[in-house]
């Protein structure tokens, strides 16, 4: 049985609600399926706005074998392209971040203008045409704030996801925000370990001491149904919309991404030990209000977001390997929010780094114990983990239609 066809096998014979069979964990070669029919098929958020502001500023990522690079160009538009230089394929840039008034390959000295046109290639000779070797376009859109990318050939339509999305999120203004700070940890498993480890808060009170003095461990926090029927949860939604905030729990009808506003345990406003403001300059000049709970965005397979009138917390998920993940955390203030005058850094950035690092120990801890030949897929609780199989579900699925060759599903939102 070859490799698509073993895959397709166990998905179409798993047990709903139980986890997936241990090679959709730890084997290399249901890794490189995931690749190439979710990572580089799907919709990826890569950063913020904020980030590249000017004219040149750049970020550059790996999504599995692909380098990109995001930059700001000389029209305000943000590009994306394959940094892969025309010439014999050196990454043009080789930094994290940075700033270039033209993109230029350290190799050879290959130029590129800030969308990709090649500008100059030093003694090619008199025939050569520049115009036929710009650096390759990845197809890129902004929402809200936030930078995607897709590296297929055939985008899926992106504009469902920001009907959705940008009249939850345009009020928080994160376009004119900036980043207070920057965290990346490897975590040694799986990046659908990461996200089911994500999707539920079954975990949290036994795990995150410092997440649970603000956050509700409820499933209808974390979970996908309920929310409407939870009064403290209904409650919370008509306060927030009464003053202009969309709240309510809206999800597309294939289950890749959602959004909804939740509250916050016995009113805190931010994520700290106290659940006082981490930051005294709010978010958001059209917000007037602190106490908005959290904004929660997720986008499978890159990311999740919390949103809080003080400050925002955005998260990344980038696949390393079959057994490795890198998930980017970065913490978002109004951008004239001077530290050590409206906010500590310490303090803005403790409950999550914490947190993190103790969800990268049980992911590892979770991965360790997939790799004994006694594991087999165990139940999900009904109560706690929905968030957990509407994940894999949404997997399934769509490593289903995309292997059986039922193409690219079209997203659409619903409400």
Known sequence: MDIRSDLLTRLRGRTPGFSLDQPFYIDPAFYQLDLEHIWYKDWLFIGHGCEIPNPGNYLTVQVGAYSVVIVRGHD??????????????????QEHRGTAAKLVCPYHQWTYELDGKLLYARQMGDNFDTSNFSLKPVACE???GYIFICLAKQPMDFAPFRAMMEPYFLPHR???AKIAYESTIIEKGNWKLVWENN?????CAGNHPELCKTYPEAPTVTGVN????????????????????????????????????????????SYTISGRKAVQMRLSDQINMDRIGSLLL?????????????????????PISATETAV???WLVHKDAVEGIDYRLDELIHVWTETNDQDRQIVEENARGIHSPAYEPGPYSELHEGGVSQ????????????????GQPSLRSVA
């Open 76 to 93: 305000g538009k943000i590009n994306a392209l394959h940094n892969s230089c025309r010439h014999r394929g050196s990454r043009v840039c």
């Open 298 to 318: 997720y986008h499978y397979p890159t990311t999740w977001n919390h949103i809080l009138s003080d400050h925002a917390i955005t998260f990344r998920v980038l």
């Open 142 to 144: 902004s929402a809200g």
């Open 328 to 330: 980017t955390t970065k």
């Open 199 to 203: 999707r539920e808060c079954y975990h």
């Open 391 to 406: 994940f894999v579900e949404w997997y399934s699925n769509v490593m289903d239609e995309r292997l059986d060759g039922a």
């Open 226 to 269: 309920g929310a409407a029927d939870d009064p403290e949860i209904a409650e919370h939604w008509a306060k927030c919309e009464a003053a202009g905030l969309p709240s309510a729990f809206v999800m597309d009808d294939r289950g890749q991404y959602r959004t909804t506003r939740v509250p916050l345990l016995r009113d805190a406003i």
């Open 174 to 176: 994160l376009r004119d």
